[in-house]
């Protein structure tokens, strides 16, 4: 019995030092210096308890990529759930092709983010594809393309988002579905319920587990936007976000960790608690409204 104790413990060594030295000192390392003036040129440190803090919210630059950031997870998550859910219940059914739109839906969700940046910088452009589609379609077009204008730059990014990750959770979706059992709607047919009523009545009441997995990993990755901005904006134009805030405050000219790492933990306790809250609006057995 020791003996496998010890077996198991060797095992396991090269992943606990792996955890130790590149995740848990690090966490921890940043939540100590979160507490001090600490910038990668200066020399030494000062504690400065919660200084950061207080400058965060007294920061404009914070602020309003604190706004900025709200407004890309308030904006994309019901989008793309929705969508996904719908594109999800087009697949589901039997018709000729249905393999191949399924791998159509689900190629952009596999591809790199920044190539997919980099397409629709060009779509975006003045001039370009889109502008050329909306001025067809009696729109007026950004005089300098979408990304270059702060009232549209960040709703551009958040609709290449929503188009890029739909197949992802549409695929999560497609496997909830297929998980409900078809007894459950032989048994509403016999009963004289429709189609409507069977899907509020069961597809949706069981697909509440994977809904409250999918809305949860997807704020999760929202609140977390950056290689979008960085690739697409620079953070110009009214786009910059909580992370990337954080990239540019830490690891650009300023190099202030310190203040850096006050911003990253702020941004830990908005998405831990947005993540608590839906879990318990969403594991609810009754409706929530």
Do not use: C
Request: aromatic share 16%; proline share 4%.
């Amino acid at each position: 019995m020791k003996s496998s104790k010890a077996t198991a413990l060797v095992l396991s060594l090269p992943w606990v030092l792996t955890f130790g030295v590149f995740w848990l000192f690090p966490i921890l390392y940043s939540l100590v210096i979160g507490f001090t003036d600490y910038t990668l040129l200066g020399r030494g440190f000062n504690w400065t308890g919660l200084e950061n803090f207080r400058l965060l919210f007294a920061d404009p630059a914070f602020i309003s990529a604190l706004k900025n950031t709200f407004i890309f997870v308030g904006g994309t998550i019901p989008i793309t759930t929705t969508v996904a859910l719908l594109l999800a219940l087009l697949v589901n059914r039997q018709f000729k092709g249905r393999g191949l739109f399924r791998a159509g839906y689900f190629v952009p969700s596999i591809t790199s983010m920044v190539v997919v940046a980099l397409i629709f910088t060009n779509l975006y452009q003045r001039g370009g594809y889109i502008a050329m589609l909306a001025s067809m379609a009696g729109f007026t077009p950004p005089q300098h393309g979408f990304l270059f204008d702060s009232g549209s730059a960040l709703y551009s990014i958040m609709a290449m988002d929503v188009w890029m990750a739909v197949g992802y959770y549409m695929l999560i979706f497609l496997a909830g579905l297929k998980a409900i059992p078809d007894e459950l709607y032989e048994a509403a047919e016999i009963a004289g319920a429709g189609k409507i009523r069977q899907f509020f009545s069961i597809t949706l009441p069981m697909l509440r587990p994977v809904a409250l997995f999918i809305v949860v990993i997807n704020t999760i990755k929202s609140f977390q936007v950056m290689v979008e901005i960085f690739v697409m904006t620079k953070g110009k134009f009214d786009t910059s976000t909580s992370v990337y805030f954080i990239y540019e405050t830490g690891l650009t000219t300023q190099f202030q960790f310190g203040y850096a790492s006050a911003a990253a933990y702020v941004l830990f306790v908005i998405i831990a608690l947005f993540s608590i809250v839906q879990f318990v609006l969403l594991r609810r057995r009754q409706p929530i409204w």
